[in-house]
């Protein structure tokens, strides 16, 4: 991590420091979607970004296995290490773990309601055992704790022009939408894992199960009853990006650019997928990177006209808020 984004956020605990460093690696290794649209926040809120990343990719490694060798036993063993750490972090104790001290950190100076990651570590915690969904409504009961409350633990470190209860919905469709592209894109490596996250009624609606998903991924061949399914996936998380982007206007006009930058760029991996002619169970589509960069671009000056704007009126402060001040 830079030190202007550590100097900037006012950490100068060296062991702290540190904790926030190693989550920035995490974040700029595997979220590089997501690690370039931070890179257009205000430097101050970087680090808790890349907090809340590193923390949320730690507890996903331990769940897929962290060489890839671990038993499911020894998984559990891990998850419950982590959980007790970062209870231990959110009571202000510290932390084993640099990822835990990190989060924990921020999670005091945004006051992230703890209740969030208790949500999340329990659908890290679904992983272990679950490795279907039969109904949308049965996936978004895990998704709430695996991307709902990422977007709602977000809310405080963007800031809001408007009551932040407001905005709260706006935020956790976002990271459902963002999750649901995850999935749509990794369908065939998720099922190397032995997970189908698609819902079970959605693929049934179009003749696809797990079997028919199966035989495509191990034959390379491809079926239209498959293409149906995953054009239906596609439509069904478009639809959710649409009750986020309202949020948008919502956060705070420093805070906007980063958000919109990875609403467009995570929107254009479903762009991806459709050019690529839904192979996702075959191959990994990626947005190409001369449309990342022009992105980019756009929600540069998009900062630069947030810098130069008159500032917003106060809003006002909902009832139990004040701590968050």
């Given at each position: ?162 009551d932040r209860t407001e905005a709260a919905p706006h935020a956790a469709a976002l ?73 948008i206007a919502m956060l705070e006009p420093r805070t906007r650019p980063c958000i ?66």
């Open positions: 991590m830079t030190r202007r984004e550590l100097d900037a956020a006012g950490i100068t605990d060296p062991a702290l420091r540190t904790a926030y460093t190693t989550c920035r690696k995490l974040n700029a290794r595997h979220g590089r979607t997501y690690f370039l649209a931070t890179r257009l926040l205000p430097v101050e809120r970087r680090c808790a970004v890349h907090a809340l990343y590193g923390f949320a990719r730690w507890a996903d490694d331990i769940v897929d296995g962290l060489d890839r060798r671990e038993t499911p036993d020894e998984r559990d063993r891990l998850l419950k290490v982590l959980e007790e750490d970062l209870a231990q972090g959110l009571r202000r104790r510290g932390g084993d773990e640099p990822v835990v001290r990190a989060v924990a950190d921020t999670a005091e100076r945004y006051a992230i309601d703890p209740a969030l990651f208790t949500d999340f570590m329990a659908s890290m915690r679904a992983d272990l055992s679950v490795t279907d969904y039969p109904t949308y409504r049965d996936l978004r009961g895990y998704m709430h704790g695996s991307a709902a409350v990422i977007g709602l633990q977000m809310l405080p470190v963007l800031g809001t022009v408007t990271g459902v939408a963002f999750q649901l592209t995850n999935f749509l894109r990794d369908v065939g490596e998720d099922l190397q894992r032995g997970r189908v996250y698609l819902p079970a009624d959605l693929l049934a609606a179009h003749g696809v199960d797990r079997p028919l998903l199966e035989w495509s991924r191990r034959t390379g061949r491809r079926d239209p009853r498959i293409r149906a399914a995953l054009v239906a996936a596609a439509e069904l998380t478009r639809g959710v990006y649409r009750e986020a982007e309202p949020g919109r930058t990875a609403f467009v760029l995570y929107g254009g991996i479903l762009d991806a997928i459709a050019e690529d002619g839904y192979a996702v169970l075959h191959r990994r589509s990626v947005v190409p990177r001369r449309r990342r960069a022009a992105t980019a671009a756009a929600g540069l000056l998009r900062i630069l006209a947030a810098r130069t704007a008159p500032p917003p009126p106060p809003r006002p402060v909902a009832v139990g808020e004040e701590g968050a001040r």
